[in-house]
């Protein structure tokens, strides 16, 4: 059954059933030494409306007259979205009447922004994290924004070409129930296909002047007539595309805010405007795909410290008095037009990006995810050094050390009580952010991991289900349980974890730690491998292909990625109705619609 288009995993037999390979394209001298970016996979999931068929025939043998009810239909419709239009109009007048700059700034409390939300809704709860009500007060907007330019006539050099199928409108009309969407980047082309479509073509391919880097789909604002998709670039430049009406807009055009290569980009989760962008220079900016772009310069800080695996002393702050030290906080530069810059005085300047700028360290910030309750944000570094940020308070909550060079990904799981992280140390790391340790190592790539992804599908709050790629060209799936591990010899139970002296952290934000621990460091270095217990795979598939860079989960797929841009998607084993699954309580639930959904 293992074959290069198969492998067997415990619960059944994955197969490749849709390949898109990459255009064959001629490669010129001015271009063959510029470097390939990975290649990266953005998935969205649209339910389309049911189409209504009306039979003329069958209208007349009724004797019902359809056009009139299609007319009071349709009034309808649009007194309904008349009414739709105007609710947030009043909620956002209404916020803005009521709430002050110390309301909005003032709260850094996760506990507390949780309690708020009960009452106000979660988009503007959201977008009260950068933004100010009294600043962006002079562009209210009863609907949200769409981009103004069209990319079919657009006589920007940035945009080189742009290929889409032919009756791409009529075909998208024609849909109905669920579409799954996957976007990914190659060379200088970004691509957009249907999961289990027909046709293999692509429905529209861009090509562009510079490399795409990273790009994501904003969740919150996904339908069948639009999708907003912010793709960044090795130049600094960003695109808000809408790939159904095929129009975009540029952000931080030429580098006017940063030229630092974008390394990842995630929207606020449940803002309609709001996204992070990460960069190669250290830095994470926030920006308002409203805004336009306004001149800026970020401070530099003083004092720098050195690399934390060599000369770091976990029982002083920092060497240097008044230096910054990355290792325990954040560098925060807030814009001109930031409320904490400008006060409540200068109340006619207009809002520009970036909304605010955090500098994190030294080296690259590699990548960075949300954690499934929005409250915190868990970002990687060239520095070897995963950060735990609290983003509504632009703080530092702790950061840990990888065991060995640069951490080059990471992900959350489901139920945010582990991250998990892969590095050059060749090894999976499994952090408790919540008791402030590293949970295990995992074992089995031979050379850099590439891309990690928990499957909620198979993740219960027991058992733990994740895969990995990696440049040995590995696909590597894990079962972690954390009750099954073996608890390591050299800790015994009157040894404590060297880790859990920590500083103001999850743990003291949640009320286990003591105020005592305010002043101790956020650091924590990384344990030796006799400290932890180590996770071995479930399977090792090696591929026959080009360096693996991405990995992700779909309802009813794995996908993989290479570096060269070939896309796999692997179908998930069919899931027998018999068996009765144990009853789950977190985000993966299994229900009688997974069954009705199995695939064959």
């Known amino acids: ?22 255009l064959q394209v001629t490669t010129h001298s001015s271009t063959a030494a510029q470097p390939i970016y990975q290649t990266r996979l953005s998935s969205i999931t649209i339910r389309f409306p049911p189409k209504q068929s009306a039979s003329p025939g069958l209208a007349q043998f009724l004797g019902a007259n359809l056009t009139k009810d299609l007319k009071k239909d349709k009034e309808k419709d649009k007194e309904k979205e008349a009414l739709i239009k105007e609710r947030p109009l009043l909620e956002e007048r209404s916020m803005s009447s009521s709430d002050t700059p110390e309301d909005s700034f003032s709260s850094p409390d996760p506990v507390a922004t949780q309690d708020l939300s009960v009452s106000t809704p979660v988009e503007h709860q959201q977008y009260k994290l950068f933004s100010h009500p009294s600043i962006s007060a002079t562009k209210k907007k009863s609907h949200i924004s769409r981009p103004k330019h069209n990319m079919r006539t657009t006589s920007s050099t940035f945009i080189t070409r742009l290929h889409s199928v032919e009756g791409l409108s009529k075909t998208l009309a024609a849909k109905h129930g669920e579409v799954t969407f996957l976007f990914y980047n190659t060379g200088k082309a970004f691509l957009w296909i249907e999961v289990g479509a027909k046709a293999k073509e692509p429905l529209t391919r861009i090509s562009f002047s510079a490399y795409p880097t990273c790009h994501d789909i904003n969740p919150s604002t996904a339908a069948s007539e639009r999708l907003d998709v912010i793709i960044g670039f090795n130049t600094g430049d960003l695109v808000w595309f809408d790939p159904i009406s095929s129009r975009y807009c540029r952000l931080n055009k030429q580098g006017t805010i940063s030229s630092s290569i974008c390394t990842a980009v995630r929207w606020v989760p449940s803002s309609p405007t709001l996204f992070l962008v990460s960069h190669a220079d250290g830095t994470i900016i926030v920006y308002d795909k409203e805004r336009e772009d306004g001149l800026f310069t970020a401070s530099i800080p003083n004092g720098l410290t050195n690399t934390p695996h060599i000369t770091i002393n976990t029982h002083h702050p920092s060497p240097i008095s008044d230096g910054w030290d990355p290792l325990s906080s954040i560098f925060v530069t807030p814009p001109p037009w930031h409320p904490e810059a400008t006060g409540r005085g200068e109340k006619g300047m207009v809002a520009k990006n ?38 509504l308070a632009e703080q530092l909550v702790d950061c840990y050390a990888s065991y060995f060079g640069s951490l080059t990904c ?133 591929l026959d292909a080009d360096l693996l860079t991405s990995l992700a989960f779909l309802h009813r797929a794995l996908v993989t990625a290479s570096k060269a841009g070939h896309v796999r998607l692997w179908v998930r084993p069919l899931v027998m109705a018999n068996p009765s699954p144990r ?8 229900s009688v619609t997974d069954f009705q959904g199995a695939v064959l």
């Not at 290069?4 to 197969?15: K, M, Q, R, T």
Request: aromatic share 8%.
């Open 1 to 22: 059954m293992e074959s290069d288009s198969a492998f067997v995993a415990p619960e059944g037999v994955y197969s490749v059933t849709e390949e898109h390979k990459p």
């Open 354 to 391: 970036p909304v605010s700028h955090w500098r994190l360290c030294r080296r690259g910030v590699v990548d960075f995810v949300f954690s499934p309750d929005n409250k915190y944000v868990a970002a990687i570094s060239e520095d070897g050094c995963l950060r735990v940020i609290d983003p």
């Open 410 to 542: 990471v992900a959350w799981s489901p139920d945010g009580r582990f991250i998990l992280t892969g590095g050059q140390d060749d090894l999976l790391t499994i952090f408790s952010p919540w008791e402030q340790r590293v949970v295990a190592r995992c074992q089995g790539h031979s050379s850099f991991v590439s891309s990690v992804a928990f499957d909620e599908s198979r993740c219960d709050g027991r058992t733990y289900r994740f895969g990995s790629v990696g440049e040995d060209n590995k696909l590597i799936l894990w079962d972690f349980s954390s009750g099954a591990l073996h608890r390591p010899k050299l800790l015994g139970a009157h040894h404590p974890r060297p880790s859990m002296s920590s500083s103001i952290s999850l743990a003291y934000r949640r009320g286990t730690g003591s105020t005592s621990q305010l002043s101790a460091t956020r650091y924590h270095p990384a344990p030796s491998r006799n400290e932890v217990s180590t996770v071995q795979p479930v399977l090792v598939k090696q």
């Open 583 to 590: 009853r789950r309580h977190t985000r993966g639930t299994l």
